[in-house]
């Protein structure tokens, strides 16, 4: 199911480290996230958000689908789409059901000039699929190693085509 989102931006505190942690302004949520801000796979929304786009609470979901559940964020504005795992950090209380907090570097892949752009406005957020998560992954290993994969079973099938094509020609 698809829902409008506010984007939110993920900010990360100063060297001098005077920004307050996991607080949500307007359109910024300030956070350390435990110090690492590789966070670039990820989308932050509330527990509420995860049951309207998938359609069931996170709490009677099994094991395997906890571990990823992808949602599919685009652009209307763009045309842009990014594919990002869902989480729910209970420390951001000031995340609202409407809102969805992304990495800059993600923001950046939605915007086409500058992320000021699209953060405070709606995005379309629904479910997304693994195969396009892995495909489209921010990580250039992640991403390089499914492509690869991909192609090798490709390559992997045709050549047992082949076979079995030869053999058949040869009796």
């Known amino acids: 199911m ?10 990360f505190p100063s060297k001098n480290g005077l920004t307050s942690k996991d ?9 350390d996230l435990c110090g690492n801000p590789d966070f670039e796979d ?21 094991r395997q689908r906890k571990l ?9 504005e763009t045309g842009r789409v990014i594919y990002r795992k869902y989480n729910n950090n209970p420390r951001f209380s000031g995340l609202k059901d409407e809102m969805i907090a992304l990495h800059p570097a993600s923001i950046r892949e939605l915007t086409i000039e500058n992320n000021s ?6 995005v379309e957020v629904g479910k997304g699929n693994y195969f396009c998560y892995y495909w489209n992954h921010p990580f250039h290993a992640t991403r390089i190693s499914m492509k690869l994969g991909t192609i090798s079973v490709f390559l992997a099938i045709l050549s047992i085509i082949i076979t079995i094509v030869l053999s058949c020609n040869c009796s």
């Open 2 to 11: 698809k829902t409008q989102k506010k984007v939110i931006a993920l900010n």
């Open 117 to 122: 752009e699209i953060v405070g406005k709606p």
């Open 68 to 76: 990823l559940s992808v949602l599919r964020i685009k652009n209307k």
């Open 42 to 62: 990820t989308a932050y929304l509330s527990s509420q958000s995860y049951q309207e786009i998938f359609g069931k609470p996170r709490s009677i979901v099994g």
């Open 23 to 31: 607080r949500v302004t307007v359109v910024n949520l300030y956070t």
